[in-house]
Nanobody
Framework: QVQLVESGGGLVQAGGSLRLSCAAS????????MAWYRQTPGQQRELVAT???????NYADSVKGRFTISRDNAKNTVYLQMNSLKPEDTAVYYC?????????????WGQGTQVTVSS
């Protein structure tokens, strides 16, 4: 059994910062790509940022230059540092991880954490 537990969401004013964390626990051999997604009501979940096991990153155009994804492989944790937040960043943020156990790769999701940016 594997769990992803997120923390760090909340309410912040426009221009402020938040840092999200997501820790994986359970029967884990290794973790491949990790990512953050976000979703607003009535919209599809969208990819925000990804980081490979080697540390290579990719970002959605809407967050480039403002958000930074990173990971601590020793702690099985992925982070999302969000700066210069805008009201349009308001969403439920989900972490995602491709986790290997029993020699197979599985796709896991966190429970989601609400980020609200007030204008």
């Amino acid at each position: 059994q594997v769990q992803l537990v997120e923390s760090g969401g909340g309410l912040v004013q426009a221009g402020g910062s938040l840092r999200l964390s997501c820790a994986a626990s359970g029967s884990i051999s290794s973790i491949n790509d990790m990512a953050w997604y976000r979703q607003t009501p009535g919209q599809q979940r969208e990819l925000v940022a990804t980081v490979t096991s080697g540390g290579s990153t990719n970002y959605a155009d809407s967050v480039k230059g403002r958000f930074t994804i990173s990971r601590d492989n020793a702690k099985n944790t992925v982070y999302l540092q969000m700066n210069s937040l805008k009201p349009e960043d308001t969403a439920v943020y989900y972490c995602n991880a491709l986790i290997v156990h029993w020699d197979l790769e599985y796709d896991y999701w966190g429970q989601g954490t609400q980020v609200t940016v007030s204008s």
